[in-house]
């Protein structure tokens, strides 16, 4: 079993709409979460991370953990052509040494 | 600035040659990271280390070699063992492997 699964996609939603992004993690103990950001050609860039069960909100986008249920979520509101880009899911799971475990990333389109 | 340097951004290698790819960075991280990506896939774990002169092997560390003879750099050597070398590589961060990390720009390394 992987330690991050994500929907390969791709995802494609129209402009101005609320993207949903998914990920479920298999270390129940897992208490880091990241999502990156990954233009065609370029190196991950860091959106959020999460610790705590909830919501988080930066701007126009909102991570959402449930460790119960072992899944975090990225919604993206406000959808633009500049979001178009494939998004990553890390968790970093406990006696793993500190490693990052990704997920092999959801594709997203935003329609104009 | 503060951040990960990777150098080169292009990189040939002709069979049978070993080439180093350069990760530097200057945000007085001390967990360090190397992954390599291909075409359409997820970020696969090849070295890291958590403290200066100590590293561990990743999910694919056969044919590569690294050292961490000082905090700020991690330089990670591709050897004619590799049979299949051309990826994008990407170095990568973090504060104590608990935290976020923060990725360089990649190298991308061709066999010709």
């Known amino acids: 079993q992987k330690e991050v699964e994500q929907n390969s996609g791709p995802l494609s939603v129209p402009e101005g709409a609320i993207a949903s992004l998914n990920c479920t993690y298999s270390?129940?103990?897992?208490?880091?979460f990241f999502w990156y950001r990954q233009y065609s050609g370029k190196s991950p860039e860091l959106i959020m991370f999460?610790?705590?069960?909830g919501d988080k909100e930066d701007g126009r986008f909102t991570a959402q953990l449930n460790k119960a249920s072992q899944y975090v979520s990225l919604l993206i509101r406000d959808s633009q052509p500049s979001d178009s880009a494939t998004y990553l899911c890390?968790?970093?799971?406990?006696?793993?040494?500190?490693?990052?475990?990704f997920g092999t990333g959801t594709s997203l389109t935003v329609i104009p | 600035d503060g951040g990960i340097t990777q150098s080169p951004k292009y990189l040939f290698r002709k069979e049978g040659q070993n080439v180093t790819l350069s990760c530097e960075q200057n945000l007085n991280h001390d967990a360090m990271y190397w992954y390599r990506q291909d075409p359409g896939q997820g970020l696969r774990l090849i070295y890291y280390?958590?403290?200066?002169?100590?590293?561990q092997k990743g999910d694919i560390a056969e044919g590569y070699s690294v050292s961490r003879e000082k905090k700020e750099s991690f330089p990670l050597t591709v050897t004619s063992a590799q049979k299949n070398p051309t990826a994008f590589y990407l170095c990568?961060?973090?504060?104590?492997?608990?935290?976020?990390?923060?990725f360089g720009q990649g190298t991308r390394l061709t066999v010709v």
């Open positions: 280390s958590q403290i200066v002169n100590d590293f």
């Open positions: 990568a961060s973090s504060m104590n492997g608990n935290t976020e990390a923060f």
């Open positions: 890390a968790v970093n799971p406990p006696n793993t040494g500190n490693q990052f475990y």
């Open positions: 270390d129940r103990g897992s208490q880091s």
């Open positions: 999460i610790y705590s069960n």
